[in-house]
Every structure is written in C-alpha cells, then in structure tokens.
C-alpha cells in the first residue's frame, strides 16, 4: 500500500474488497454501476482540473507555511469580535476530539446525554447572564440570531398590528455594523421597513412593532436602556437587545430591565476569532415565546424508568412539520461552539468569569486614563471593554499603530475606538499607549494605575447586583483534572464516528481526518479578526479563494461565495442572489418557488424567508418529480416563477433521468433552477450542479466536504452560482467581498466561518481529482451494496431505471406495523448493537434513510447489515398483542442488565449482546427510552436545581 496516499486513508474500501462487493451487486466492475446509475446524459466526460493531490505530510507543511503568511497583530477591533484564550483542557479535549466534534445531532437522545449536558449548561449560561427564562442551543452568529430576534417579533405581533400592517422595527444606531446589513437582508423579503436612529429620540409611535438596541454600543457606550424598554412595552414595541455577553457579568442584565429577547456571540467564551468563525450565537427570550423560538432547545425530561433525562425539546417546531410555515430555516447551529463556549463557564465558574471581566474593564479604565493624560478625549462616558477617542489624524495613528502590529477600528478620519479583551496584558496596554505617545509631547502621567481605580465607568443603575451560575455543575469543575474527567464523562455516554458508523441518509457522515482537522490548531489561523485590514489576512485570502475556486469547478458554475454559515443559510443566500437577478432585469415580481413533495424541509422555510410563495409539486410512485404536474404548474404560474428548488439526486436517492428536462422547462418559463447540494456526495467528479442546468447551488461542506458534525454545527453552506448571478453574490459592509451588484450580508462575517473551510480545503487538497471522484464511486459502491445485502430483508422503496440506489437508500418500515414494530424502534434497537440509527422519517414517513459513505470499510458495513438482518428477525419474532419485547424496550441500559431482578421474556445476552462482534465493543446507552411528550408539557430548559431533579424522581 501507498502509505502516502491520502484517498486510501479517507476511503475505508480497500482494494481487495471491491472484487467481493461488485459480485454482490452483480455487476463487473465500478464503471458499470457507475453507468447504471447516473443517467448518460449528465455525466462527465471530462476529469475535473484541481490541483495533484498532496500527501497529509506536505499538506500539514503546506498549511503551516500558508499560515504564516497570516500576520497576526493584536486586535483591538472589537465590533462583536475578540480575542479570547482558549483553555487547553477544552481545546485538547473537545475542539481536538472525534468523540466530540464527529457525533451528529442528538436526534437519538439515549446516546447523546452527553452532549446534550453540555448544551444544556450553554443555555443555562446564556440565561444566567441575560436573565431571560428560555434560550436556545446556539445560532449561526450575532448578525443572524439579531435577524432571527427581529422575524421572530413580527412574527408575534399583537392581533392588531396584524391586523392593521404595522411594519416598523426600530434599529438603534448603535448596532454593529454587520448586524444592520443582515437585517436589511432579513427585512425586505417580508416588507418590514427599518428605521435606523438614535434610541433616545424615538417617538414610540404605534406604527412600530418593535426594536433592537446594542448593549454596549457598537463603539461602547453603555446606555441605560431601562426607560427605553419601560415605554415601548406601554406602546406595544417588543424589544430585543444585542449583548456582550462578557459584559453582562458586571451590567445589569437585560432580563432585568425587562426586554423580550436578548441575543448576541459566545465567542469570548474561549473561541478562536477565525477570521470571522465559527462561533456559537445566542437567542435568549420569554417563556411565552417559547413556540416561537428559532432553532433547537435543549430540554429536560425522564427515560422508561422515570430517571432524569434530556432531549431536544419541542420538536415539533421543526422545519419538517412546519414547512413553509416555518419562520425560520435554521438547521444546523453551532453545537461543538456553544458545547466549548459552555465549557469555558463551567471551568471558570461564576467567580472566574467575574474575575475575566473585572480585568478587562479594569485594563480600560487604565487605558482610557492613560489616553487621557495625553490630553486625548475619550468620549464614552459609561463603558465595559471599549472606548472611542479623538484624534487629529486617524491615518497617521493608524501607521503608527500597524507599525507596533496593533488593530484598532477607525471609526472616521479623526475618532477611533479600542476594545480590550481576555488576552490583554499590562504590556499591551503600554504598547497601545506608546502609539499614541509618540504623537503627543505632554508627559505621561506614571501613576494612571492609581488613577483608574477611582473611576466608575459603569454607573450604578447599570452595575449587575444578581447573582449568575449558582448551579453545581458551574462550581465544581475548576482544577484541569477535574474538568478533564467531566468532559470524558460527558464523552463517554455519546456514540460519535470513533465508536461507529453513522448511516445518516443526506447527511454524509464521512470522516474528518486528523489531518483536515489539525489546522483549526495553529495560532496563526485562530488569531485573525475577520475585519483587519485584506493585506493581513494573505494566508486566508489564498486559501479561501483556492477552495472557492476548486468548488466551481467541482459544481460546475462560475463562482461561488462562502459566506453562509449553514446549508439552511445557503438556500437562504441562493435565493436571494435569484431574486436580486430577476429584480436586476425589471422582474421583480417572479415570486413563485416551486419544491417538490419531498423536499427538505428547509426549503420551504428558506423560500419564505426570501419572500417567495411556495408552490408544491408532486413526486410520483417512483419518487421521482412528477413531470406532468410539474408542467402544469409551471405553465399556471410562468409569468411569476421566481425558481424551482430540487435536490439531485433525490432526497428519495434516485439520479432522476428527467433532470435536463426539467431544469430546461423551468428556464423556458424565466425561472432559476436552485439545486439543493446536500446530496453532492453522489456527483462529485462524475456530474455536477452545472451539467444538469442548475444556476445555482449550495454544499454542505459539513457533509461532503469533510467538516465534522460537531453534534450540530459547525456548518459551512458556500453557495456556486452560474454566470449571471455571479453579480450578486452576497457582500459585508466592512470588508469588500461579492459581486458588483452584491446582496446585503447572509452572515456577518466576510467570509464566514473562514476556519472551518480550512477542513474542506484540507480534504479537497489531499484527494485531488482522482481521490474525489473514487471516493463518489465507493459511496455509491457502498449504498448499492447494503441494498443487496439488505434485499428481501426490508423493501427499499425507490430506485433509478435500472434498479440501482445513489449514494442512500430508503427502506420501509411501515410494514412491521403489522408486528406492533414502529421505526423508532427499530432506530433505538440499534443503539444495543452499537449503532446509531439512520436517518429516521426523512422524507418519508416510517422509512429509514442510510447512507454509509466512502469512509466505511467493509467489515463495518457488514457488522451493520448483520445486526439490520438480525433486528429483522427479532421483529418476525414479535407479535402485536405482546409490546414488552426486545425491541420495545430497546434499548437496554446497563443497570437493567445487571439489576437484580430480570423481568423481560428474554434473555440478558439476547437484550445487549446479541451479535458477537458487541462483545468486543460494547456501547452501553445511558438512559433507558426518552420520553419527549412528559419534557414538552413540563418545559425545564436550564440546569435545574439539584431538588427539581429529585421531584422527577
Ligand atoms: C442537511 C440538509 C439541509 C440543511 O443543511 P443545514 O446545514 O443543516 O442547514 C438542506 N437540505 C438537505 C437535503 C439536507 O440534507
């Protein structure tokens, strides 16, 4: 074997497999399934041109030299980014392992209480801080979740705002930058009509429905917001509050001045800048708005057994039941941030966050009266960790400043403002200082130490006086081997990628090589404020322009933008570029978005959000779409068609054959053909989006492009458009980035989560041409080869014309109905034999989705169709009339297996080892059954006090 070959690492196939594998598929060779599967018309013929692939070694040196051309100042930018430390034990035990940062989202509660621990301290945290009652497991970031707060207000008007159309939000002047892009963004599509001012001269009157304020503000005054909430609460305004949340251990919480939704970063809680991201953002609310709340909360319930346990909890709010109901399409958040952010508390503690911020502000206080010896204004007269200052010549500061290697954010030619972080020394005071003194002959005052301690820079109707993180878990863990052992106790009890394959059809959990993943490591790319000036950030504008380069040409499009944070928020940027094009050529009313029966539910969540109204087309009994109705809902609607939203292959895991029909019928009509790319792992080197007559398309790069799960986010969701709307591609009111005739900001970073896509530049770097387009084939290899081992086990519901799976498949479940068997059964006994469940009821009801991916190796398939084969002959042995059977009361527990007493009608071997493989590797489920319905009626979203948990008892 090659040993310096990457593909054969990535790939789990090895050589003499393939042989075995064909004949069990019954065909000769790769190419003929190949053929037989993706329709003559759409495949390549020609190989994609990327670069040769690299070895792991010269890649790991590759990026450590492109990193050095990162120069890494030290920013005092601020604007809702800063530099924060990392403690190693978090950074060593979560950001850099796979029991981590490879598990999925925890759909499956019993083997996820680990993680969900984790999320449910985040939002204890984010709750303790804002002083709200409910928050939820992260957003994508500030800008987004600012955005999601202002939807999620309209969304909640009062009947008569409703009714009479009362459209305004009030934006404060203060808000960051970035935020009021994306909110403009956010804005248009639904009509709401921003009015941007400053928040002590708002009339309040009735024709508004709320408002958003930035607390600091955005250069860092601190305002007191409280008459401001007080009156628009009289005149019916909701209010939301854009948070620091370091600050808010010394400021009085917002919840206490009584706001409806607070929300903001956990960046500083321990997080990279990355140039931008991942960080985990936080939305924090009412109770009462707790069917309203965008993304996913954590919630507290108990198992069969009555014990406590946790799950995600409402549900039912969800895209996929909401559809184009939905308010928001957020799907994938920012889990292994918010996971680590919520770490950051729990070492520290509620005393050692204190500890944090009081030092920050203490270093601004002695900052600001340094400057001010100097005899230079500084103007902010309430602060936390920044401060604004005159100057005679911004420019010539600005030279001085790069030349100490110092950011600061110029405001204008004559004012600047510096925010001072958690990694702020003494010294780097004095070199900010220095900058400035060398400007100025006045003598500085020696003893300005003395003198910032006299100074209140937080009023005190503003100070904090309550209390946050009383709670145990956040004041227990606070020497490096007791937080060790609790990150390793959470770990434990979570079935990611290093105990087994996960089959999760459409979600492609493939690996995450250390290799892909050891960049996100180095200083040189954790140090990076996303808004330092473009010729600072060399290494990053290479690296992104590469890996957004080589995503063209894999999609077969002209450009591509990686700023949106999530698939979700790709579709989201998609449509919006379609919209701006059809606006751009005076057709500003095609409005109609036409999604198939089948469709992720994000789509239609993100086609509303865009301003679009969703028209459904059927599939037929093959699950392909159904060419008739779609004509006919074409022709109805093709004076208005804004686009059509379709995934190839299939959500159903078909490579329909109609596709060039199809795209070509809807650019007959003036549409735009939106792709969906979660299923690119099946089209990688042997089609693309742009061969099938697509326009635009989004990846995810968390599924096909090798960026981990994080058991829920990261994601990154570049959107790759054809030509013509290469000019709209979406832009940052900072940094200049996008098209000509750019959209406002998606995300609030340039780049978005510009770290992470170091992973899928990482993957694309090592595979190369030849190692992406084999690593297509054994995906699909792969699929097709559990379908025949699976045949006449359980049917698999849709196939192309000849017979064959793409990457996935569906198989039926509904018939075991007959048995009393449901698929969460199914799903659940799996866990006993050390798998997690596919994916369950997408898109069809009572069906699970598997897709094994190119990673997996053979005896790992095998191992999982062996124990699919088994739990189907455990289901014959089942009867209707008799529920306690194995699967049922799957799965099962270590304290039911070693408890005294044994009540089930089978035996304890046949309950947790009934294969013999498990033997060896046993993954016991922490917590018997969940159950969802007892958590949803009795909502606990935070750490409970110790007693509540006794009470469930
Ligand atoms: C995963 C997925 C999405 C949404 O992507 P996120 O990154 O979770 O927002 C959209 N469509 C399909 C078909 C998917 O599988």
Not at 777 to 784: E, F, P, R, V
């Given at each position: ?5 990457f593909?054969?690492?990535h790939?789990?196939?090895r ?19 190949i ?15 990327l670069?040769?692939?690299m070895?792991?070694h ?11 051309k990162?120069?890494v100042?030290?920013?005092y930018?601020?604007l809702?980014y800063?530099?924060s430390?990392?403690?190693?034990v978090?950074?060593?035990n ?11 989202t925890?759909y499956?509660a019993e ?8 999320l449910l ?7 303790d801080l804002t002083?709200?009652?409910?928050a939820?497991?992260s957003l ?6 600012a ?9 909640v008007r ?6 009479t159309?009362?459209l ?6 203060e808000?960051?930058?970035?935020t ?5 963004t ?18 309040f ?5 709320g408002?958003?304020l ?19 609460k ?12 370091l600050?808010?251990?010394?400021l009085k ?9 607070v929300?903001?970063?956990t ?5 990279p800048?990355g140039?931008g991201?991942p960080?985990a953002?936080?939305f924090a609310?009412?109770e ?5 709340i965008p ?5 507290v319930?108990?198992d069969?057994?009555?014990?406590p346990a ?6 039912t ?6 559809r184009d109901?939905?308010?928001?399409n ?5 889990v ?7 770490m950051?508390?729990?070492?520290h503690?509620?005393?050692g966050?204190k500890?944090?911020?009081?030092k ?5 206080k ?6 001010q010896?100097l005899?230079i204004t500084?103007?902010?007269?309430a ?21 100490a290697e ?12 510096i ?5 702020t020394?003494?010294?780097?005071i ?12 006045k003598v500085i005052n020696?003893?300005?130490?003395a003198e910032a ?14 209390p946050f ?5 956040f004041n227990?863990y606070h020497s490096?081997?007791e937080l060790m052992r609790?990150?390793?106790k959470?770990e ?11 089959s999760?059809?459409?979600c492609?959990?493939?690996l995450?090589a250390?290799?892909?993943?050891l960049p996100?490591?180095m200083?040189?790319w ?6 330092v000036?473009i010729?600072?950030?060399e290494?990053y504008?290479i690296?992104l322009?590469?890996?957004?380069k ?6 077969g499009?002209a450009?591509?933008?990686?700023q949106?944070n999530s698939?979700a928020?790709g ?7 379609i919209?701006a094009?059809?606006e ?15 469709a992720?539910g994000?789509?239609p969540?993100s086609?509303v959000?865009?301003?679009?109204k969703?028209?459904?087309?059927k ?10 109705d779609?004509e006919?809902?074409?022709t109805?609607h ?14 159903h895991?078909?490579?329909e054959?109609s ?23 099946a089209q990688v ?7 099938i007559?697509?326009?635009?398309c989004?990846?995810?790069?968390h599924k ?10 990261p ?6 458009v054809?030509e ?6 979406p832009g940052n009111?900072?940094v ?14 340039p780049?978005?989560?510009s ?8 993957y ?9 387009t ?14 025949e081992r ?6 698999v519901l ?10 996935e ?5 509904r018939?075991?109905?007959?048995h ?5 059964d199914i799903a659940?006994?799996l866990?006993?034999?050390g798998?997690?469940a596919?994916?369950?009821?997408f898109p069809v ?6 897709e ?6 053979l005896?790992?398939i095998?191992?999982f169709?062996?124990?699919m084969?088994a ?7 089942t ?11 799957a ?9 005294d ?14 294969l ?6 046993k ?8 159950d969802d ?8 979203c935070?750490?409970?006090?110790i007693e509540a948990?006794a009470?469930?008892?």
């Open positions: 074997m090659k040993t310096d070959v593909a054969s690492r790939i789990g196939i050589e003499e497999n393939i042989q075995h594998m064909l004949k069990e598929v019954e065909v000769e060779n790769l190419e003929q399934l053929v037989e599967t993706i329709p003559e018309d759409i495949r390549l013929k020609e190989p994609l041109e670069d040769t692939p070895s792991e010269e890649f790991l040196g590759h990026i450590e030299a492109l990193s050095k990162n120069k100042f030290k920013s930018i601020g809702g800063h530099e430390l990392t403690p190693s978090i950074k060593r979560i950001l850099e392992n796979p029991g981590w940062y490879t598990a999925y925890p499956q083997i996820a209480q680990g993680r969900l621990e984790a301290n985040f939002q204890t945290v984010v709750c002083g709200m009652e409910l939820n497991a994508l970031d500030e800008s987004t979740a955005a999601e707060a202002m939807t999620m207000l309209f969304d009062s009947r008569e705002q409703k009714k159309g009362v305004k939000f009030f934006v404060s002047e808000i960051l930058p970035q009021l892009s994306l909110l403009k956010r804005a248009t599509p639904l009509n709401i009509e921003l009015v941007n001012g400053n928040h002590e001269e708002f009339d009157s009735n024709d508004f429905f408002a958003i930035q607390y600091p503000g955005k250069y860092g005054q601190v305002h007191d917001y409280a008459e401001f909430t007080a009156k628009a009289q005149n019916d305004i909701k209010v939301a509050v854009a948070a620091d949340i600050s808010l251990a010394l919480a917002p919840g206490e001045f009584g706001v409806d939704v929300v903001g970063t960046q500083r809680f321990g997080i800048l140039y991201g960080h953002a936080f609310t009412k009462a708005y707790k069917r309203n993304g996913r909360i954590i919630g319930t108990m069969t057994d009555g014990k946790l799950r995600m909890a409402l549900q709010r969800e895209q996929h039941i909401k109901k939905a308010t928001s957020i799907c994938t958040a920012q292994l941030l918010a996971v680590m952010a919520g950051y508390a729990v070492y503690g509620p005393e966050l500890y944090i911020a009081d920050v502000h203490n270093k601004t002695i900052l600001s009266e340094a400057l010896n005899s500084q103007h902010n007269t602060y936390f960790d920044t401060i604004k200052v005159s100057v005679e010549n911004a420019q010539i500061v600005r030279e001085a400043a790069e030349k110092l950011n600061f954010n110029y405001i204008d030619d004559k004012t600047i403002s925010s001072i972080n958690e990694a020394s003494f010294k780097d004095i070199a900010i200082v220095k900058v400035f003194k060398i400007l100025k002959t020696e003893d300005f130490y301690d006299k100074i209140t820079a937080i009023p005190a109707s503003i100070q904090r006086d309550s993180l009383q709670n145990e878990v227990s490096e081997t609790y990150i390793k959470l434990r009890k979570d079935l990611a990628l290093n105990h087994s394959m996960i999760l059809g459409s492609t959990m493939k995450n250390a290799s892909e993943m996100l490591s200083a040189n954790g140090n990076i404020h996303p808004f000036p010729e600072q950030a290494g504008q690296m322009k590469e890996l957004a080589n995503l063209t040409v894999i999609t499009f450009d591509t933008s990686l949106p698939g928020q579709e989201y940027a998609g449509l919006m570029v919209r094009y059809h751009s050529r005076g057709e500003g009313d095609r409005n109609i978005c036409i999604i198939p029966a089948s992720h994000t789509n969540a086609a959000m865009a301003g679009m969703v028209v459904v087309t599939t037929d009994e093959r699950g392909n779409i159904d060419v008739a779609l006919e809902k074409v109805l093709s004076e208005n068609l804004a686009a059509l939203m379709v995934t190839y292959p299939s959500t895991g078909v490579f054959s596709i060039r029909h199809i795209t070509k019928l809807i650019h007959d009509h003036g549409g735009q053909v939106y792709m969906d790319g979660a299923n690119m792992n080197g042997l089609t693309n989006p742009g061969m007559g697509a326009d635009v989004h990846l995810n790069l096909t492009f090798a960026i981990p799960h994080g058991g829920g986010g994601g990154v969701g570049p959107i790759c054809a013509q709307l290469v000019p709209f591609l009111p900072l200049k980035t996008g098209g000509d005739q750019a959209i406002t900001a998606i995300s609030g970073a780049w978005g989560s770290l992470a896509c170091l992973i899928s530049y990482g694309i770097k090592m595979l190369g041409e030849n190692g992406l084999d690593s297509t084939k054994i995906a699909i290899l792969n699929a097709n080869y559990i379908k699976l045949e006449g086990k359980y049917d849709y196939t192309g014309e000849q017979g064959r799976a793409a990457h498949m569906i198989i039926d479940c018939p075991f109905k007959a009393g068997i449901e698929v969460t659940k006994r866990m006993d034999y798998f997690h596919p994916t369950v009821s009801a009572g069906t699970m989705m598997i094994p991916t190119e990673s997996e190796s005896d790992e095998d191992r169709c062996d124990a084969i739990i189907r002959e455990e289901i014959d042995e009867q209707l009339e008799n529920p306690n059977n194995v699967l049922k009361n799965p099962h527990t270590m304290s039911m297996i070693t408890s007493s044994w009540e089930f009608p089978y035996s304890r071997q046949k309950a947790a080892f009934p013999s493989y498990i033997e060896d590797n993954f016991w489920p922490s917590v018997r059954r969940v319905a007892y958590g949803d009626r009795n909502l606990i935070t750490c409970a006090p948990y009470e469930v008892e």
